[in-house]
């Protein structure tokens, strides 16, 4: 029956692919105008339409309410019983960078070297990568996607989850990515607190000379005696407040550090990533007034005497105290469970409304593109998708996602090995009429 | 039969060992008792007695001294267990050998690790501590009640659980291999490992059946070999196994070895891709321990889908879901809906993943797993249906005592003070971070590992 479906839905939709009835039938994303109707609309920024319709025109979306003409051209999709979302937008994974984990050739998310922050993310972005179609038919339709390594990495992007080359993923902001100095341990080598020490002060001289150089550069650049520097050039950006400063600090005492840093140095573009120990220092970094992605939500407590509890509660206790946060996974193929850390800090004291807000226009607003994303709102692009009830429910299936105005396959690797192998051909025996021999 | 004999000295000392653990009584009241088993029943009180289940039904008497938890509106689950878990362990891979079935993760159960106490916040009661998967025969397990707050290991031992060992197939054995330039390196290796292994285990007790059955006054005893002895107890069924493995053909692979050697119990641990051969696991009676959607990490689970627990159960395959993970132990319960979405399995299939099945894969079911009188008290209490995302697990129970209450929750979660530490450490572990088969097992990395570091 559920194979029938697929296969009906197929020929419903794409005519012109009726040979589509094989199981090898290609399904490609529908740039029609839509029409999207008779749905609950969550728009995030205005509020709850009980039963109303969403027009989609060229990748934006045109209108939307409870009282609207429906254009005769439109393709008209009745979502009677369902509610619609904007895409659910994930502030920190590798997706497109990271193939495998543990095979060196399949990711490209570290580059050699200290300081590089001229290394573009987006140019490593693979399209095609099996994570890409996993995590957006869960409904997640936008990412940030950052390099990692040494004290400034690289520059991250934030991709649309649809598209064939970077740029047509491309999502309209870009951020230098800084690891401040840290006093933690990181991952499960340990470390005694003399080699902590040692690498912190030396991550913060080589951060701290890189910066004295770009300010520097900054001033300079346009003079004829000036070189060209890419690392500078890149760098000089963050200086000027034209690029976005992820900086990414965890601990209590080194996200104090970075706040002293920043206003030492006077940046005022910037964001706090992981922040895993924001609940500590809340109240400061309200003070300051920076934004924090953080996450995952699902994570076990920094320290061995913290409350249970503490990682699905710092989302919540940040945005209390004031702090506007978006919600990372900090995942690459499993980006898909955003809903759940959502999910989580929702019910662990940030509330179903503003968890909401931390995966969809918190996110968009951080990255600077808040007038394209995170909201359902005439102009804005038209990232959404269509679900059976609260996507922070786990058994909430998502029936259709639209990014950048197409209406996306509903298929992933995970659902066509579904597909072949529930009922597998042949089962047991392959030629159940001879006698195994 | 020095095998029995030296059992029964191992009982002896244990027994010693062991102080008697606290058993408690209580009468949960007017709670909505899913019981796996016997469906759920609305406005339904469970009585223990003693740390059994004595009595289920509506409007029980509270007998005398007997202490009462109101769970009006909450949900009353059996205890969570999780057939894979490092947790607890102090060290988890004893990798200087291919075969390592003398060693045995009782020896380094900590019953201090704040992963416990983590857990019981989340609904999980029974634990089995695994050996990690550097070896293609590794050690023996530990199946472990989570009695929280003893400094003794002894105490949180599953008493009377059958034993069980760690297999491994795949990469890891065979990157172990590679980087000592030993067998195995490849798959092929692997089978010939384990038919190799098995076939000196036959001639190992042949000879002592020889010996035995000798009646020569001069006759000389093989060599003991507790190695040996343990591959011996595994050809007769006494020690399940336990097997990490990824791909369908090596399952298939295990099946066949298995086959061959009449061993008839088999549980596949992760089997990321058994739902390729969910027909032959089914036909063989074999049992899946896996994962709700970690995927793609190395390349053997790179062909995996989130549907595999759906895809195993529809086809009759004996089921769990478990966490390898100090982090994903915490919400099993959230685990096991994702078989909602990815496979629509019911309620009950659902959390059967997370109770009954891996009981019955640890060989504990007639202990644990269900809400049934006469088995263990081993109970979660959650304020919303333990499926939702809005769940917060209330209180656990092992043997009838409360080891978990988010009522008595503390901030400050050190119960044995060292007074001389300084200054805590922070740690930040991401998803990426996680080496998973080795994850929370406070060891030298593989690479460490094999060269002696």
Known sequence: MKKFISILSVLVLLPLFAVAQNDGGIVRAD??????????????????????????????????????????????????????????????????????????????FREFGEITPNMQALTAVNPNSVAIPVTRVSGVTSA????????????????????????????????VVMNFPSSAQRGWRRRTPEQIEKAREKAQETINDAFDKAELYAKIKESDAARYYPEMEALAKV?????????????????????????????????????????????????????????????????????????????????????????????TENSRNLPYNAGFAATYGMGKEEALKAITINAAEIMGVGDQLGSIEVGKKANIFVSTGDPFQTSTKILDVFIDGYKIPMTSRHTELYDEFLNRTPGVNKNPTKVDG | MIKISSFFILFLCVSALQAQTKKGDVLIKNGTVITITDGTLENTDVLVRNGKIDRIGKNLK??????????????????????????????????????????????????????????????????????GSANVIGGQNETLKLRWGSTNPEDLRFEGAPRTIKF???????????????QPQSRMGVEAMLRNTFNDAIKYRDAWNAYRSNKSSRKVAPEYSLRMETMVDILEGEVLVHCHSYRADEIYMLMKVFSDFGIKRLTFQHANEAYKVAPELAEFGASASVFADWWAYKLEVYYSTAYNAAILTENGVTTSINSDSGELIRHLFHEAAKTQKYG???????????????????????????????????????????????????????????????????????IYIDPESTVEDVQILYANDHDRCMEDANVVNFTDLFNNK
């Open chain 1, 31 to 108: 740039n029609s105008k839509f029409a999207l109707t008779n749905a609950k609309i969550y728009t995030v920024t205005n509020g709850v339409i009980e039963n109303g319709t969403i027009i989609i025109n060229n990748g934006i979306i045109e209108a939307v309410g409870a009282d609207i003409n429906i254009p005769g051209d439109a393709q008209v999709i009745d979502y009677s019983g369902q509610e619609i979302y904007p895409g659910m937008i994930d502030s920190g994974t590798r997706l497109g960078l990271s193939e495998i984990g543990s095979i060196s050739e399949a990711n490209d």
């Open chain 1, 144 to 175: 940030l996607t950052m390099p990692a390594g040494g004290p400034l990495p690289g520059t991250a992007a934030t991709i649309s989850l649809f598209g064939y080359t970077p740029d047509q993923m491309f999502a309209g902001s870009k951020g």
């Open chain 1, 239 to 331: 200086v000027n407040g034209e690029v976005l400063l992820y900086i990414e600090v965890n601990s209590a005492k080194d996200i104090l550090s970075a706040l002293e840093w920043i206003e030492e140095r006077g940046y005022e573009n910037v964001v706090l990533t992981g922040v895993a120990e924001g609940w500590r220092v809340a109240d400061e970094i309200a003070e300051a007034g920076f934004p924090v992605i953080t996450g995952p939500v699902l994570s076990t407590p920094t320290r061995g005497s913290d409350a249970y509890d503490m990682a699905y509660k710092n989302p919540g206790l940040m945005q209390k105290a004031g702090i506007k946060v978006a919600l990372r996974t900090m995942d």
């Open chain 2, 62 to 131: 509270t007998p005398n001294g007997v202490e009462e938890v109101d769970a009006t509106g909450k949900f009353v689950m059996p205890g969570i267990i999780d057939a894979h878990s490092h947790i607890a362990g102090t060290s988890i891979n004893e990798g200087t050998s291919q075969v390592t079935a003398e060693v045995s993760m009782e020896d380094v159960v900590d019953p201090l690790d704040v992963s416990i106490y983590r857990a019981l916040a989340g609904g999980v009661t029974s634990i089995h501590l695994m050996h």
């Open chain 2, 168 to 182: 491994a197939l795949g990469e890891n054995p065979t990157r172990g291999g590679r980087s000592r330039g030993i």
């Open chain 2, 344 to 414: 629509d399995l019911s309620d009950n299939q659902a959390l059967a993943l997370i109770t009954l099945n891996p009981a019955k894969q640890l060989g504990i079911d007639n202990r644990v797993g269900s809400l049934e009188k006469g088995k263990d008290a081993d109970i979660a209490i959650f304020d919303n249906h333990p499926l939702s995302i809005y769940a917060v697990p209330q209180m656990t129970f092992v043997d009838g005592v409360k080891y978990f209450d988010i009522e008595n929750d503390v901030a400050d979660q050190r």
